[in-house]
């Protein structure tokens, strides 16, 4: 029995070194520019940085209420190109950010000054001891 069995096996064992690839691959050792490095590392930054957006818990519940799977989406923005990367990278800057509201309040401060300041001037109110109203 073992004699069937050794023939078939050294046949096989013959046909697979046969296949093997034995050939010996070179390595090339070569100075890289700085912007090089540069590049690359922005472009692992903004992957990193859409990778982190869509991990938020409020992206996510936005992407399950859209009917966007959060795995299938990053699986995506693993395979995109660096020029796919970039564009959405940089809509992402310039998206506003919620900032510290300072523009806001001080335009809020504005818009009711002027509102207090038209109804004192029409007689309305008396909040501003300057204004003489129009009776």
Do not use: C, W, Y
Request: aromatic content about 8%.
């Amino acid at each position: 029995m073992l004699q069937k069995i050794i023939k078939p096996v050294s046949f096989f064992l013959v046909f697979s070194f046969l296949l093997l690839d034995f050939s010996v691959h070179t390595a090339k050792a070569q100075m890289i520019d700085t912007n090089t490095v540069i590049a690359a590392q922005q472009e692992e930054a903004r992957r990193e940085r859409v990778t982190a957006f869509l991990g938020r818990e409020d992206v996510r519940k936005v992407m399950e209420q859209q009917g966007v799977d959060a795995v299938e989406a990053r699986k995506r923005v693993a395979s995109l190109s660096d020029a796919e990367l970039a564009k959405i990278s940089q809509a992402m800057e310039q998206l506003p950010a919620g900032g510290d509201g300072v523009g806001a309040v001080i335009g809020a401060a504005v818009l009711i000054f002027l509102v207090l300041l038209i109804t004192d001037i029409l007689g309305f109110t008396n909040v501003f001891s300057f204004v003489k109203p129009q009776r």
